[in-house]
């Protein structure tokens, strides 16, 4: 898998991803499918903020992303990030997510970053297996903080933390 920069022209592979998520799983608590035009703005904002994205891709098919951003807009929190990664629905238990979390904590620029938190779904192994091999570990459970298909969902946030 060759991982790049995200450029405009990727929104549309990265909204197929998503989309799928958004209707067919409580992974993301979005409701409402994202256009290409609206992922568009959404890349210009985060990389013109500056933040970290990514697209992995093979055979010129993108088959995953992540991106970091913002956790909390309180200055206080500025060497904390979010970390929002996944995974083509066909594209997940091959290694290709260990793949983009290895990318992203080599090119993790540690003079910017003290603290990474992970907001995931409860229950999701996957995500939580693959968080926890980077050496993220449980903070918080959230019990019914997001409804979703008719009924409440669980969120846990997973923290990673760099030496000063």
């Known amino acids: 898998m060759e991982i790049r ?6 929104a549309a592979g990265i909204s197929e991803i998503y989309n799928y998520y958004i209707e067919n799983t409580a992974i993301t608590f979005e409701t409402e499918p994202v256009s290409v035009e609206e992922m568009e ?9 500056g933040f970290p994205y990514y697209v992995g891709v093979i055979d010129h098919k993108i088959v995953g992303y992540y991106y970091l951003h913002e956790w909390n807009y309180r200055c206080a929190y ?24 290895d990318h992203l904590l080599q ?12 907001g ?17 570990q449980q903070v918080s459970f959230m019990k019914e903080i997001g409804w979703k298909f008719d009924q409440w969902r669980d969120v846990g946030h997973w923290q990673l933390l760099f030496p000063s």
């Open 5 to 10: 920069k995200v450029t405009l022209e990727d």
């Open 41 to 49: 703005q959404r890349i210009r904002k985060l990389t013109g903020a």
């Open 78 to 101: 500025s060497m904390t990030q979010e970390v929002t990664i996944y995974l083509h629905k066909d594209q997940t238990g091959k290694g290709l997510g260990s793949m983009l979390f």
């Open 107 to 118: 090119n993790l620029d540690r003079t910017k970053t003290h603290a990474l938190i992970a």
């Open 120 to 136: 995931i779904y409860i229950p999701n192994d996957e995500s939580v297996r693959l968080h926890e091999k980077f050496g993220f």
